[in-house]
T-cell receptor, first 113, second 112 residues
Framework: DVKVTQSSRYLVKRTGEKVFLECVQD?????MFWYRQDPGLGLRLIYF???????EKGDIPEGYSVSREKKERFSLILESASTNQTSMYLC????????????FGPGTRLLVL | GQNIDQPTEMTATEGAIVQINCTYQ??????LFWYQQHAGEAPTFLSY????GLEEKGRFSSFLSRSKGYSYLLLKELQMKDSASYLC?????????????FGKGTKLSVIP
């Protein structure tokens, strides 16, 4: 069974704080992704990575950065959290082939006060 | 870019059949995925279509017409546990071939 884990299920932070969200997958997947999910807007891609130390911007990268130092771990960083970054954050991973699905972690619900 | 449309909400009766439609406009196409997401949980994979036609998997089937930019998910013999959001997602080609673009999801409510 593929397992994608995220460091926290719930997180409360203050405006201006630096926030780290961590994601780990145990299936040797090449690709990893960070999404946010908001009511009425659906899942939106923030960043993805197709290899160690490689990163690509998704649709909404502003205010975020990422780090992939090891194949199994993909971190999302909010340099200075703002209230409009309150959201559900979902990490996913997949193998490289086109027919391969993405496997999602359980999500981190972040509240920025 | 990609644009994906699906209905926001649907309601159906336990034991019935429901069809959830998805239309897409894309600059490249490498397949269409359907995911199920229960409230407060992560999306889970249901089906993948890359060629035209119907793929059947138990109570769930998915259809694709690439020329029409159209897919549907068919759920038969509905059960209460099928109440969830259903997400349509398209995989692009070229530079977009790594990523999925998701529709906003269809919230299905199954009533007794």
């Amino acid at each position: 069974d593929v397992k994608v884990t995220q460091s926290s299920r719930y997180l409360v932070k203050r405006t201006g704080e630096k926030v780290f969200l961590e994601c780990v997958q145990d299936m040797d997947h090449e690709n990893m992704f960070w999404y946010r999910q908001d009511p009425g807007l659906g899942l939106r891609l923030i960043y993805f990575s197709y290899d160690v130390k490689m990163k690509e911007k998704g649709d909404i990268p502003e205010g975020y950065s990422v780090s992939r130092e090891k194949k199994e771990r993909f971190s999302l960083i909010l340099e200075s959290a703002s209230t409009n970054q309150t959201s559900m954050y979902l990490c996913a991973s997949s193998k490289v082939h086109r027919e391969e699905t993405q496997y999602f972690g359980p999500g981190t619900r972040l509240l920025v006060l | 870019g990609q644009n994906i449309d699906q209905p926001t909400e649907m309601t159906a009766t336990e034991g019935a059949i429901v069809q959830i439609n998805c239309t897409y406009q894309t600059s490249g196409f490498n397949g269409l995925f359907w995911y199920q997401q229960h409230a407060g949980e992560a999306p889970t994979f249901l089906s993948y279509n890359v060629l035209d036609g119907l793929e059947e998997k138990g109570r769930f089937s998915s259809f694709l017409s690439r020329s029409k930019g159209y897919s549907y998910l068919l759920l038969k013999e509905l059960q209460m546990k099928d109440s969830a959001s259903y997400l349509c997602a398209v995989k692009g080609s070229g530079a977009g071939s790594y990523q999925l673009t998701f529709g906003k999801g269809t919230k299905l409510s199954v009533i007794p």
